[in-house]
């Protein structure tokens, strides 16, 4: 296993099967708790907005028994006085047993890694990647499938900026699966992840439109996410892209559908009684996988 997660593409499968095996092992302590981290402390170093991951990691970090210190409100720390993000991450490595860091630039993660002793797991910098996202979407997509393999997946809204469908995609590239990527022509998939894609010989077509999804097992759909764009006309073309409803979703059959929330208006509130709807469940999941990540990283899961 590697010292940090920053990049999906830094794991093996055989590490990523190996975190899924543990995140399964773990749902028999996410609710009762263990005392497997106790005397550990992780920092949370959350310069941009997060409920999901900052609060599952802290829930995680607590139901191991161990300690959680941090900020989520950059007004309330030094770097308002200038101190840079190396000096930071060198103060909470002395604070603390593990870090997570969630930063608007690419590569801040990578970065801290550098900089710190302790292991440092990447929570989203910028557009680039969310690894830990994608590790419990892979846990949700092998409890709800029992596989990965065969299966045809469609990722849909913001594939340009969105840092959840980057590290999926790469990580999917693992497994025999066929990718259908929707979004509009500005919002395609990055020429780097598609050159990737071919590398590995990961089939995936393009569409534009939710009527031209083909026959699939799951949509994992995305915000159009307004804090990205350079040009907010760009994000007025798009915004509205997607809907899912109670009139739409017929054109989805019985697909799964998953999103890493928050959602503004692609997936309508009527989805989420639909046996189509997986993503609170998902939301869920980030307890176990992020406890086993935590778990690993510190080596206390013996
Ligand atoms: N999925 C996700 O990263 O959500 P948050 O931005 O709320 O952490």
Do not use: C, W
């Not at 302790?118 to 596989?147: C, M, R, W």
């Not at 025999?176 to 990055?190: A, K, Q, Y």
């Not at 503004?264 to 046996?275: G, L, N, R």
């Amino acid at each position: 296993m590697v010292q940090d997660i920053i990049s999906i593409r830094d794991l093996e499968k055989a590490d990523i099967e190996n975190a899924l095996l543990t995140a399964a092992d773990m749902e028999r302590f996410a609710e009762k708790g263990t005392t497997m981290a106790q005397g550990k402390i992780l920092s949370t170093l959350f310069f941009e907005p997060s409920t999901r991951t900052m609060m599952s990691f802290q829930s995680a970090m607590n139901r191991l028994g161990g300690k959680v210190i941090g900020f989520s409100d950059i007004k309330s720390i030094s770097v308002q006085k200038g101190e840079t993000l190396s000096d930071t991450v060198r103060m909470m490595e002395q604070y603390s047993d593990i870090i997570v860091i969630r930063h608007p630039l690419e590569g801040s993660a990578r970065l801290a890694a550098e900089v710190a002793d302790v292991p440092v797991i990447n929570a989203g910098d910028g557009a680039n990647q969310h690894p830990t996202q994608t590790l419990l979407d892979l846990y949700t997509i092998k409890k709800e499938f029992d596989t990965i393999d065969g299966l045809t997946i469609a990722l849909m809204g913001d594939l340009k900026y969105g840092r959840t469908v980057h590290s999926l995609a790469y990580a999917l590239s693992l497994y025999d699966v066929e990718l259908v990527f929707v979004s509009p022509r500005e919002l395609r998939m990055p020429h780097e992840v598609t050159e990737h894609l071919k590398e590995k010989k990961t089939p995936y077509r393009e569409v534009v439109n939710l009527e031209d999804i083909p026959k699939v097992d799951l949509v994992y759909a995305t915000r159009i996410q307004k804090e990205r764009f350079a040009d907010p006309n760009e994000y007025e073309r798009t915004k509205d892209a997607y809907r899912i409803d109670k009139s739409s979703i017929r054109l989805l059959g019985d697909a799964r559908i998953m999103h890493p929330l928050p959602r503004v208006s692609e997936i309508a509130p009527e989805i989420d009684k639909t046996p189509n709807a997986l993503y609170f469940e998902q939301a869920g999941n980030g307890i176990p996988v992020r406890m086993a990540l935590l778990s690993m990283l510190m080596g206390v899961n013996r």
